[in-house]
């Protein structure tokens, strides 16, 4: 009887000790379950490789890369996955970073930048390496965009103060070759100062236009209608279009609203446009023409105008710099730089926007998009 109660007793204390193991065992599993899951969540890429490069563990956002599931490229060559060879945590590592156990360096895949992380470890008994590539491709971008906007909130400052002192001296040749012009008999005299005269003046757009980018001034709006604007800035080059060849084409809706707008910036917005269009065009071979449209969005409160030239174009590598102060591929005698990068902060402060369609040879289209109100 006594022997049966203890063999009573062993079983329950196996079975017990079965169950406990079961809840151990279950508590693992869903450890695992969670840390990987965890690990699945961060977007990051994290692998696990051992001495000859085969990746033995990695998470989601690894394999997705490659439009693969992770126990898909277990096993795989890294190096060949990445079509890169990875660099060894001793390679990378200062002496830093081997006082911290880790080693970190930043690598450029394509047109993408990469911090990698490298931590050496153990794992089954076996050395292996966990390594994290960090994408860090918009954080540069924002970092190099932040300190353009230092770089150029500077260089604003000074082109200012130089543009000023300046305009002094400059006034002072203009009046000079002026007067100097009305009282020279010799004719050859006269065309050298008239030379002289025609490079200050030159002088004085580049130094307004300078001062223009420099100078950050609200907007004075009043209500306008957009395509008086236009028309009335076309007029100011209306002797330069007849003597060159260029004829102008002006499209306008018929029901145009009032739109709530500083006349100066945009009239100096449009005339920017058309002066771009005009050189454009003094490059081509083909007869000029400009297409200048405005209309109305109503349902989105816009209004729009499009400035179309059928002159060379703007190559492709040219389109994302074209609206950057002082970027030209214009000589020096032709252009400052400045003309599209006034008129896009001009856009942008009337709560618009200004985009450009074109490509080598076929012209350009510049399009405004500017609120109502």
Known sequence: ????????????????????????????????????????????????????????????????????????IVGMNANDLLCFALPPA?????DADRACGFASREIVVKDCTFIISAFPTRYD????????????T??????????????????????SGVAHELNNPLTGILGYSEILGTKVKD?????????????????????DSLLCFSRQQPPQKSLEYINDIIDRTITLRAYWHRNQGIEVIREYAEDMPLAYIDVQQ???????????????????????????????????????????????????????????????????SKGTGLGLSISYGIVVEHGGMISVESSQGNGAKFLIDLPLK
């Not at 001793?90 to 200062?94: C, D, G, Q």
């Not at 008994?125 to 860090?136: L, R």
């Not at 004719?187 to 130094?207: G, M, Q």
């Open 187 to 207: 004719a050859e005299i006269a065309r050298d100062i008239e030379k002289i005269h025609r490079s200050a003046e030159r002088c004085k757009i580049i130094i």
């Open 1 to 72: 009887m006594e022997k049966d109660r203890t063999r009573e007793g062993s079983a329950e204390r196996m079975d017990e000790n079965a169950c406990i193991d079961n809840a151990f065992v279950e508590k693992v599993i869903k450890s695992q379950e969670h840390w990987q899951a965890t690990i699945d969540a961060v977007r990051d890429y994290i692998f696990v490789v051992n001495s000859g490069w085969a990746i033995i563990k990695a998470n989601i956002s690894f394999a997705e890369r490659f439009g693969k599931h992770p126990r898909d």
């Open 90 to 94: 001793e390679a990378i590592a200062t």
């Open 266 to 332: 945009i009239q100096q917005v449009i005339m920017n446009m058309l002066m771009n269009a005009e050189q454009a065009i003094a490059e081509s071979a083909s007869a000029g023409r400009i297409t200048v449209k405005a209309w109305p969005e109503k349902e989105r409160g816009r209004i729009m105008v499009s400035i179309a030239d059928n002159g060379v174009g703007i190559p492709a590598e040219n389109l994302p710099r074209i609206f950057d102060p002082f970027y030209t591929t214009k000589p020096v």
């Open 125 to 136: 008994d076996e050395a292996v390496t966990v390594y994290i590539m960090k994408d860090i």
């Open 138 to 159: 918009e954080l540069i971008s924002l970092k190099n965009k932040l300190y353009y906007a230092y770089k150029l909130a500077s260089l604003g400052r000074l082109v």
